[in-house]
């Protein structure tokens, strides 16, 4: 399957700090990423579509300003958290396929905890 | 968004067991896939099932498109194949909605 590799894997931050996850599609090009976010025990939440050279899409509900995507290449889309706040804490996945109407593959995911 | 249901939400078995998870899905979608999430939050894909029926070991699935449904399927279970599994569908190519899952505990 597709390979797609998040980083970091966990981050600690203090609130009011702004904090970074990538995400990398490392074998294919991918024009358009998404990006979840779970709490404990609870399911996966779509938060945005990121789609390359152009805004991300963001589901109802979600924060643009606080949940900045940018997908500035075929290979690369980040997350940038904003003025977190220890509710964002959860942890944030993302995921992308090699076709428009193919299988899905996710990241191992980033666990973010603000203090 | 498509709502997905899953059930049971919550399955216990003893080893050797077999056992049916359902999904759900409140409109047509193009794509369906099954997943099992390790104990580290990492979702594994088990299956991409928009339609049909495949088998991959002791687990196999079955999607009815119709009839807005999708059935995975474990058998001779093991303590390894305890986790948690979700479905997602969508009908906006990837665009995936999860369900709620199904935590399965198998017992030695």
């Known amino acids: 399957g597709a390979v797609v590799s998040q980083h970091p894997s966990w981050v600690i931050c203090k609130s009011g700090t702004s904090v970074k996850i990538e995400c990398r599609s490392l074998d294919f090009q991918a024009t358009t990423m998404f990006w979840y976010r779970q709490f404990p025990k609870q399911s996966l939440m779509l938060m945005a579509t990121s789609n390359e050279g152009s805004k991300a899409t963001y589901e109802q509900g979600v924060e643009k300003d606080k949940f900045l995507i940018n997908h500035a290449s075929l290979t690369l889309s980040t997350l940038t958290v904003t003025s977190a706040h220890p509710e964002d804490s959860s942890f944030y996945i993302c995921?992308?396929?090699?076709?428009?109407?193919?299988?899905?593959?996710f990241g191992e995911g980033s666990r973010l905890t603000v203090l | 968004g498509i709502q997905v249901e899953q059930s049971p939400p919550d399955l216990i078995l003893q080893e050797g067991a077999n056992s049916t998870l359902r999904c759900n899905f409140s409109?047509?979608?193009?794509?369906l896939q099954w997943f099992h999430q390790n104990p580290w939050g990492q979702l594994i894909n088990l299956f991409y099932?928009?339609?049909g029926t495949k088998q991959n070991g002791r687990l196999s699935a079955t999607t009815v498109a119709t009839e807005r449904y999708s059935l995975l399927y474990i058998s001779s279970s093991q303590t390894t194949d305890s986790g948690v599994y979700f479905c997602a569908a969508a009908y906006n190519f990837n665009k995936f909605y999860f369900g709620s899952g199904t935590k399965l505990n198998v017992k030695p």
């Open positions: 099932i928009p339609s």
């Open positions: 409109d047509s979608v193009n794509n």
């Open positions: 995921s992308t396929s090699p076709s428009l109407t193919g299988e899905l593959f």
